[in-house]
């Protein structure tokens, strides 16, 4: 008994697909599609953030008090060092070096967290990636969205310092928001390019921090630029000037320190924020895009 030959006997896989209009599963999704199933998905980031944020601390003793805790016990081990004993803030006021410290190190740590915490946004959620389908960006932005509340939550210990050695509210305290606004930009891009490279790499998780050390010096968290490197040529002190971390670090000491004033800032720096926020959201986000049907697999 013969069998009927199949009507789809000679054609290809994909001629198979599109007559039965399938798609392959897992698929890298449009860029525009894409978007519109990230806002989808906001509730899921927002409380993906708080629960990350409110057990980061869960087994200490002083729970969430370590978020103030922290970036303070680093400003006093960076003032005993860089302030005291290697006259670091040469120039300056100790009312003026106090301030510009604590705020340097704060604005740093909040792009050096996000840094730290995408890498790991793919690698450390293997099972969540896996298990479940969504869009792979809702985790290296959760985890951004998860430092920026961090940060506010201390930013009321820092305005507290601040306003303690002699700076008290003014317009200029405004210029905060979109500087923040920036720097969230600029630390979810990057975000994403290292969760991106973090996924494929897990050693770069070791390495993270020695970059981020080095960068931390770099961009004049502990020391003016500007005085520190007077008897350098000057394109080494535009060079760090220039880079995004002290870019970010310079608006929030001019926002909110009185005698931190605009010739201490490089020329055009609102508009060099922007560019660095822009530059590194967008092509951050593109290049995660990219990759988004590998993450995941082995």
Same mark, same amino acid.
């Given at each position: 008994?013969?069998?009927?030959?199949?009507?789809?006997?000679?054609?290809? %896989?994909?001629?198979?697909?599109?007559?039965? !209009?399938?798609?392959?599963?897992?698929a890298?999704?449009?860029?525009?599609?894409?978007?519109?199933?990230l806002?989808?998905?906001? !509730?899921f980031i927002?409380?993906?953030?708080?629960?990350?944020?409110?057990?980061?601390y869960?087994?200490?003793?002083?729970g969430?008090l370590?978020?103030?805790? *922290? %970036?303070? $016990?680093?400003?006093?081990?960076?003032?005993?060092?860089?302030?005291?004993i290697?006259?670091?803030?040469? #120039?300056?006021?100790?009312?003026?070096?106090?301030?510009?410290?604590?705020?340097g190190? =704060?604005?740093?740590?909040? *792009?050096?967290?996000?840094?730290?915490?995408?890498?790991?946004?793919?690698?450390?959620?293997?099972?969540?990636v896996?298990?479940?389908? =969504?869009p792979r960006?809702?985790?290296?932005?959760?985890?951004? &969205?998860?430092?920026?509340?961090?940060?506010?939550?201390s930013m #009321?210990? &820092?305005?507290?310092?601040?306003m303690?050695?002699?700076?008290?509210? *003014?317009?200029?305290?405004? $210029?905060?928001?979109?500087?923040?606004? &920036?720097? =969230?930009m600029?630390?979810?891009?990057?975000?994403m390019?290292?969760?991106?490279?973090?996924?494929? *790499?897990?050693?770069?998780?070791?390495l993270? %921090?020695f970059?981020?050390?080095t960068?931390?010096y770099?961009?004049g968290v502990?020391?003016?630029?500007p005085?520190?490197?007077?008897?350098? %040529?000057?394109?080494?002190?535009?060079i &760090?000037?220039?880079?995004?971390?002290?870019?970010?670090?310079d608006?929030?000491?001019?926002?909110?320190?009185?005698?931190?004033?605009?010739?201490?800032l490089?020329p !055009?720096?609102?508009?060099?924020?922007?560019?660095?926020?822009?530059?590194?959201?967008?092509?951050?986000?593109?290049y995660?895009?990219?990759?988004?049907?590998?993450?995941g697999?082995?």
């Amino acid at each position: 008994m013969s069998v009927p030959p199949s009507p789809d006997e000679g054609l290809t %896989p994909a001629q198979l697909a599109a007559k039965y !209009h399938l798609s392959v599963s897992g698929a890298r999704p449009g860029l525009r599609e894409y978007v519109q199933q990230l806002w989808g998905r906001r !509730h899921f980031i927002m409380a993906f953030s708080s629960a990350k944020l409110a057990a980061q601390y869960s087994q200490a003793k002083l729970g969430q008090l370590w978020q103030v805790a *922290t %970036p303070l $016990l680093n400003a006093l081990v960076y003032f005993l060092i860089f302030g005291l004993i290697l006259d670091a803030g040469r #120039g300056m006021d100790k009312k003026v070096y106090i301030p510009f410290l604590v705020t340097g190190i =704060f604005v740093f740590t909040f *792009t050096q967290s996000s840094v730290m915490a995408g890498v790991r946004a793919i690698s450390g959620n293997l099972g969540l990636v896996r298990a479940l389908h =969504f869009p792979r960006a809702s985790l290296p932005i959760s985890f951004s &969205l998860q430092q920026l509340q961090q940060l506010l939550y201390s930013m #009321g210990v &820092l305005l507290l310092i601040v306003m303690a050695f002699g700076n008290f509210p *003014t317009w200029s305290w405004l $210029l905060v928001i979109p500087a923040l606004v &920036l720097q =969230f930009m600029f630390n979810t891009g990057l975000a994403m390019i290292m969760a991106r490279m973090g996924s494929k *790499t897990p050693d770069l998780a070791q390495l993270m %921090p020695f970059i981020m050390r080095t960068w931390m010096y770099a961009s004049g968290v502990m020391f003016s630029i500007p005085v520190m490197l007077k008897d350098k %040529p000057a394109w080494i002190a535009d060079i &760090l000037q220039w880079n995004p971390a002290a870019v970010y670090m310079d608006l929030m000491r001019f926002a909110l320190i009185d005698g931190y004033g605009s010739e201490n800032l490089p020329p !055009h720096v609102w508009a060099a924020a922007a560019a660095w926020a822009v530059l590194f959201g967008v092509l951050g986000f593109v290049y995660f895009w990219k990759s988004e049907e590998r993450y995941g697999r082995g």
